[in-house]
């Protein structure tokens, strides 16, 4: 008899393609048998406030709130060193302006939002849907908007401009990749099983990277519109060596996030890391 492991990431390209191996049953998994299940960030950063499942994606600033019952996977990480969420704008603007303009946001929990606010602290926002935000911009209905997914490499062709990349800002800050989202597993499961999730994934990861041209074909159907190109591109921009593994420079690049949103008083305590 199989265990069944809930599994829960987002329906993007970079997240199809790490778990690609996983769930074609590329790799052996022995007694588990994953179940995987989709849903945009901010769905999945709430599910597990609620603890629905065993594993799941959520952004980093979400796990400020989770700390206490999911742990870090040691892999599975979406890092932009050097490129990160934009913010992009209708007409040209300067980033200082920000701060006198609302921002049509993709989730309140989402790093991006966070990253933003880090950036400045009074920017006032609004909630839409992330697969909304490129054409309430384009249509005047708000005056910038903060792209996550594919947008980041769609927007020009739209028309639209961009006014800050949160991860190009951030590294010139801190010399670190920006942390966006990563894979946290529930403390409940023990560290046996805990780690043998974690091996699991890490297999599936090296897979997709091993076998590229077929887990970015398989990845494709999940990309929203992108080209074979531009989805390799948004791949290997979000899945790499440091999805792999943190590494020192990545788990540095959470703590400093973590205690610089503390600092700021956007997160309400110290969060704790751990990494399985």
């Given at each position: 008899?199989?265990?069944?492991?809930?599994?829960?990431?987002?329906?993007?390209?970079d997240?199809?393609?790490?778990?690609?191996?996983?769930a074609?049953?590329?790799i052996?998994?022995?007694?588990?048998?994953?179940?995987?299940?989709?849903?945009?960030?901010?769905?999945?950063?709430?599910?597990?406030?609620?603890?629905?499942?065993?594993?799941?994606?959520v952004?980093?600033?979400?796990?400020a709130?989770?700390?206490?019952?999911?742990?870090?996977l040691?892999?599975?990480?979406?890092?932009?060193?050097?490129?990160?969420?934009?913010?992009?704008?209708?007409?040209p603007?300067?980033?200082?302006?920000?701060?006198?303009?609302?921002?049509?946001?993709?989730?309140?929990?989402?790093?991006?939002?966070?990253?933003?606010?880090?950036?400045?602290?009074?920017?006032?926002s609004?909630?839409?849907?992330?697969?909304?935000?490129l054409?309430?911009?384009?249509?005047?209905?708000?005056?910038?908007?903060?792209?996550?997914?594919?947008?980041?490499?769609?927007?020009?062709?739209?028309?639209?401009?961009k006014v800050?990349?949160?991860?190009?800002?951030w590294?010139?800050?801190?010399?670190?990749?920006?942390?966006?989202?990563?894979?946290?597993?529930k403390?409940?499961?023990?560290?046996?099983?805990?780690?043998?999730?974690?091996?699991d994934?890490?297999?599936?990861?090296?897979?997709g990277?091993?076998?590229?041209e077929e887990?970015?074909?398989?990845?494709?159907?999940?990309?929203?519109?992108?080209?074979?190109?531009?989805?390799?591109?948004?791949?290997?921009m979000?899945?790499?060596?440091?999805?792999?593994?943190?590494?020192?420079?990545g788990?540095e690049?959470?703590?400093?996030?973590?205690?610089?949103a503390?600092?700021?008083?956007?997160i309400?305590?110290k969060?704790?890391?751990?990494?399985?």
């Amino acid at each position: 008899m199989k265990t069944d492991i809930h599994v829960a990431h987002s329906p993007d390209s970079d997240d199809a393609f790490m778990f690609y191996a996983l769930a074609t049953h590329k790799i052996d998994t022995g007694e588990l048998n994953y179940i995987h299940l989709l849903n945009d960030i901010e769905t999945l950063n709430k599910k597990a406030l609620a603890e629905e499942y065993e594993v799941s994606a959520v952004s980093f600033h979400a796990y400020a709130y989770l700390a206490e019952k999911y742990a870090l996977l040691s892999c599975g990480a979406s890092m932009g060193n050097n490129y990160g969420p934009i913010v992009v704008s209708g007409k040209p603007i300067q980033p200082q302006a920000l701060a006198e303009k609302v921002v049509a946001i993709p989730g309140a929990l989402t790093t991006a939002f966070l990253a933003l606010r880090l950036f400045a602290p009074d920017v006032k926002s609004e909630i839409v849907p992330f697969d909304r935000i490129l054409e309430d911009v384009q249509k005047g209905k708000y005056e910038a908007g903060l792209l996550i997914h594919e947008g980041q490499l769609t927007y020009r062709e739209m028309g639209l401009h961009k006014v800050l990349d949160l991860g190009e800002w951030w590294l010139e800050k801190t010399q670190l990749p920006l942390p966006l989202g990563g894979n946290v597993i529930k403390r409940s499961l023990g560290q046996s099983l805990m780690e043998q999730i974690s091996t699991d994934i890490r297999k599936s990861i090296q897979y997709g990277l091993d076998h590229r041209e077929e887990a970015i074909d398989y990845a494709i159907q999940f990309s929203r519109g992108l080209d074979m190109q531009k989805a390799d591109r948004f791949i290997g921009m979000y899945v790499n060596e440091l999805t792999l593994d943190y590494g020192e420079n990545g788990r540095e690049a959470v703590r400093r996030l973590l205690s610089e949103a503390y600092e700021q008083k956007i997160i309400p305590k110290k969060v704790p890391l751990d990494f399985v």
